[in-house]
């Protein structure tokens, strides 16, 4: 089983990226998907959580309104569309995938299944 985040880079403020989460090795749907965030030295935050379906989703207050999450189960893959970005969004993203029943306090606070590797976004001029 495998996660990989990709879609990350330098980014002017009120620029957008669009990351994405592919999963191999596994069966998506059956999955809820966060996304995270850290800076180095910093402890990491949950940036959104989606359920099942693309109506299920949650988002911290610091990217609500700015970033989405969307889901394609067939191409087994997660995409996080961040659009107004602010020099504060500069981190390494990762997606990780836990079984239900979950949300993303449980993800963040006793971890998830699988975790990927990080994909890093600079936000800055």
């Known amino acids: 089983v495998q996660l990989q985040a990709s879609g990350g880079g330098l980014v002017q403020p009120g620029g957008s990226l669009r990351l994405s989460c592919v999963a191999s090795g596994l069966n998506l749907e059956n999955y809820a998907v966060a996304w995270f965030r850290q800076v180095p030295g910093k402890e990491g935050e949950g940036v959104g959580y989606?359920?099942?379906?693309?109506?299920?989703?949650f988002y911290v207050e610091s990217v609500k309104g700015r970033f989405t999450i969307s889901r394609d189960d067939a191409k087994k893959m997660v995409y996080l569309q961040m659009n107004s970005l602010k020099p504060e969004d500069t981190a390494v993203y990762y997606c990780a995938a836990d079984s239900y029943p979950t949300n993303l306090v449980s993800m963040t606070r006793y971890g998830a299944d699988y975790w990927g590797k990080g994909t890093p976004v600079t936000v800055s001029s």
């Open positions: 989606i359920g099942d379906g693309n109506s299920n989703t």
